[in-house]
């Protein structure tokens, strides 16, 4: 792999995680990356992302909605030529997931 290609995927990481900061968990006013809800990013050759996250409970009122929102998302990135999410609950999430930014927003600190 040239090091041009790995700074364009260093890059349109750093470009998948500034939009995955906009998408907010609607039950919680923190958006799913602080929260610990995305587990990897995983980015190839062809620009195809592939997302694994999980949700703050199995039943979470958003479960069929968020991962359609972080697909869409994602995929509007000029670069990235497609995109798929994953839901997984192995692990489970727990607040232990949360960025400190995250549990000082909700008082949990």
């Given amino acids: 792999m040239s090091e041009e290609a790995t700074i364009d995927t260093q890059e349109l990481g750093e470009k998948i ?8 968990d609607p039950e919680i006013p923190v958006d799913i990356y602080e929260l610990g ?6 980015v190839n050759e062809e620009n195809e992302v592939k997302i694994l996250m999980t ?5 979470c009122p958003v479960a069929e909605t968020l991962p359609v929102e972080v697909e ?6 000029n670069a990235i ?3 798929e ?8 999430w727990t607040q232990d997931l ?3 930014e995250a549990k000082l927003e909700l008082g949990l600190l």
């Fill in 55 to 59: 949700l703050t409970s199995p039943n």
């Fill in 72 to 77: 869409e998302k994602v995929k509007s990135l």
């Fill in 17 to 24: 995680v500034k939009i995955l900061k906009t998408i907010y």
């Fill in 37 to 42: 809800l995305i587990y990897d990013v995983l």
């Fill in 98 to 100: 949360m960025s400190e």
């Fill in 85 to 92: 999410v994953e839901i997984t609950f192995d692990p489970p």
């Fill in 81 to 83: 030529k497609d995109a």
